[in-house]
């Protein structure tokens, strides 16, 4: 059974930066999978924010491109969003799961609340 959990959130001012992990149990990121990760914002559908495939390069969405950046680190077993020049826009409970998602892969999130 795969479950996806993640970590990192928090308050952060405007233009602060927060680091994000999603760690997996019964799934490998060095699978040959897209991974992604996601966001909700309060009473918003949940969005799509970047993904990285097996191989090539990275996709965000044009909101977040310049100031995330997602990786993946197959020999610590995470996935990883940087956000930098965070925007109160950003707030949300921001998850991981594969691209195109499963249903039952989704964990409880993370918040990240932008604000000064």
């Known amino acids: 059974q795969v479950r996806f959990v993640e970590s990192g959130g928090g308050l952060v001012q405007p233009g602060g930066s927060l680091r994000l992990s999603c760690t997996a149990s019964?799934?490998?990121?060095?699978?040959?999978?897209?991974v992604a990760w996601y966001r909700q914002a309060p009473g918003q559908q949940r969005e799509y924010v970047a993904s990285?495939?097996?191989?090539?390069?990275?996709n965000y969405r044009a909101s977040v491109k310049g100031r995330f950046t997602i990786s993946k680190d197959g020999a610590k077993k995470t996935l990883n969003l940087q956000m930098d020049n965070l925007k109160p826009e950003d707030t949300a409970v921001y998850y991981c799961n594969t691209f195109p998602s499963v249903q039952d892969y989704w964990g409880q999130g993370t918040q990240v609340t932008v604000s000064s």
């Open positions: 019964g799934f490998r990121f060095s699978l040959p999978i897209t």
């Open positions: 990285i495939p097996d191989d090539g390069g990275p």
